[in-house]
Structures are given as C-alpha cells and as structure tokens.
C-alpha cells in the first residue's frame, strides 16, 4: 500500500548477489513482484488477523503463566537473597544465578512485548494507509480492497491479550517491571523493620 502511495524508494533495483534484506530492499522486491491492483492484500491481511487470533488461543495460558512465574520467582529471589545475606550464608555461585534467571526471564518478556507493540503499530500504520486510499480512489478495485481491509481493522482490532485482562504491548513490560518493584520495597520494608 505504502508503495503504492508513494512510489519505489530511490528507484533502485535490488542486487541479486549480496542481498541484505532492509525495509527500502523489502519495499522494492514487493513493488517488482506484486500490484496492489491484483494482489489479495485484503486477504492476507484476514489470514494475519486469523492466525493471530489461533495464537492467542493456544498460547494464552502459557503467556499468563510466563507472566506471573517472572513475578513470583522475582521475589523469591529477593527474599532468598536478602534472607541468606542477613544470615551471612550467601555464596557467589547462588548470588549470581538466581538474579541471573530473573534477568533471562525479563529479557523474554522485553522481546514479546516489543514484539506486539511493533504489530499493534503496523496495524495502526496499515489502517492509515487504507483511510489515505479511501481519501484518493472514489471507485475502483484498490478503493474496495482499502475498504475491506479498514472495515476487518475496525471491526475486530488484533490485539495480544491474556484471557483481556490485560494486553501484551510495551506499558505490559513496565507495569510488570512497577508491580515487582513495589513488591520488592514492601519485602524490603518487613526485612528490615
């Protein structure tokens, strides 16, 4: 859509022998292989929708047990690090693994969630660009496409969510990341009181 818009990027051809695949390269391979006049973009576009929602309902429960699993083990941690060092019984290997894992576990969360904040802002981008289409073709085959495509847009947005109790975007990370923090000061608070 983007390149129809606007027209190929430079107007470069792209080099069949070393090819390093950015955005503007994208851009060029798919404007030379495909018109917006007779591609099914509509259609991927349900197919995406499809298979995110098949997603979601295979994988909720572990994301729901992934999510709450990085809480608990992130205080458990602390308390096991903060009880064995009161208890001068801490060694080096434990006080390096255990945060260690907790560190593992909040890198994967950091990559979902940058993930689904990526896809949620391509599809607020795929749903602007459709809006322009509507604005520039009164009639035709890319109007109709553009129409289809805003309407499943509009109709039913694709979000990530744990059974809706909350969506995986980026303010998931740092609500989590403000949850285990205010948790971590209130154990801190009874160790030390």
């Not at 059974?163 to 990341?177: F, R, V």
Request: glycine residues 2%; charged residues 20%; positive net charge.
């Amino acid at each position: 859509m983007r390149n129809h818009l606007k027209g190929l990027p430079n107007g470069r051809e792209v080099n069949s022998k070393f090819f390093l695949p950015t955005r503007k390269s994208m851009r060029c391979v798919v404007a030379n292989m495909h018109e917006l006049n007779s591609s099914a973009t509509d259609e991927y576009l349900k197919d995406i929708f499809d298979v995110i929602s098949r997603f979601q309902e295979l994988f909720r429960f572990q994301v729901l047990l992934f999510c709450f699993k990085f809480v608990l083990t992130a205080l458990l941690v602390f308390e096991f690090i903060l009880l064995a060092m009161q208890n001068n019984i801490l060694r080096w290997l434990e006080f390096i693994l255990l945060p260690f894992q907790t560190v593992i576990d909040l890198m994967m969360i950091v990559v979902f969630c940058v993930r689904c904040e990526a896809f949620r802002i391509e599809i607020q981008d795929i749903k602007r660009l459709s809006t322009t289409l509507l604005s520039i073709y009164q009639e035709g085959p890319i109007r109709e496409k553009a129409r289809k495509m805003l309407k499943l847009i509009n109709e039913k947005p694709p979000h990530i969510s744990v059974y809706d109790m909350w969506n995986m975007d980026a303010s998931t990370m740092l609500n989590m990341i403000n949850v285990v923090t205010t948790l971590l000061v209130t154990l801190l608070q009874f160790a030390l009181l």
